[in-house]
């Protein structure tokens, strides 16, 4: 007896992932890909791509604002979703304090930035100085002045590369502190460990 098992489309794949997520017993649920070959977990935030009402919004849930630049094909984003979004006290402890915007480092759809210009996000990724994927930056709790500074000087952190858990998520502590008030990630780092 001959017996094929036939190939397993992308779309099947995505739908089984989803669907084993949902199953008692999967601590978290898992990313999904997204049609222009992102992974994306299903605690980003949804957005109509407006910076000041996403950060507003955040502020109003009690929560920081942050985005997040990936790549498709990008081995190190792969690596941060497989490993560090897969710790669920990585994941709780974001989940509580953050909305996060996933951002296409060449993506083509339209933003408004804190200071109104619309563009894409390829363009607001140059414009903010993003080299890589993934980079996460972080964005202080009110959108007030933030139109006047240089786009650089607008964050009050940025994660660039992939690092491992424990850095990963005291980055995260350090914002959700507000120790850059108070000192350099690296020395905050340094005193957690």
Not at 25 to 34: H, K, P, S, V, Y
Not at 89 to 111: A, S, V, W
């Amino acid at each position: 007896m001959n017996t094929r098992i036939a190939p397993v489309t992308r779309r099947q794949f995505v739908a089984a992932l989803a669907a084993t997520a949902a199953f008692p017993g999967g601590a978290l649920a898992q990313a999904t890909l997204t049609e222009d070959g992102l992974h994306r977990q299903p605690w980003f935030i949804d957005s109509l791509l407006e910076l000041p009402d996403d950060l507003a919004a955040a502020t109003a849930n009690k929560k920081r604002f942050a985005i997040l630049w990936e790549l498709r094909g990008c081995p190190y984003c792969t690596k941060m979703h497989e490993i560090n979004f897969a710790r669920p006290e990585i994941t709780t402890f974001i989940k509580d304090r953050f909305d996060i915007l996933q951002l296409n480092f060449i993506g083509l759809r339209e933003m408004t930035d804190f200071d109104g210009e619309k563009l894409s996000e390829k363009r607001l990724a140059a414009k903010y100085g993003v080299r890589g994927t993934p980079t996460f930056l972080f964005f202080p709790e009110s959108a007030e002045s933030l139109s006047k500074k240089p786009p650089m000087q607008r964050e009050v952190a940025r994660l660039q590369g992939y690092i491992e858990p424990a850095p990963f998520l005291g980055t995260f502590r350090y914002v959700a502190e507000r120790a850059y008030e108070k000192g350099s990630l690296n020395d905050f780092l340094k005193a957690k460990s």
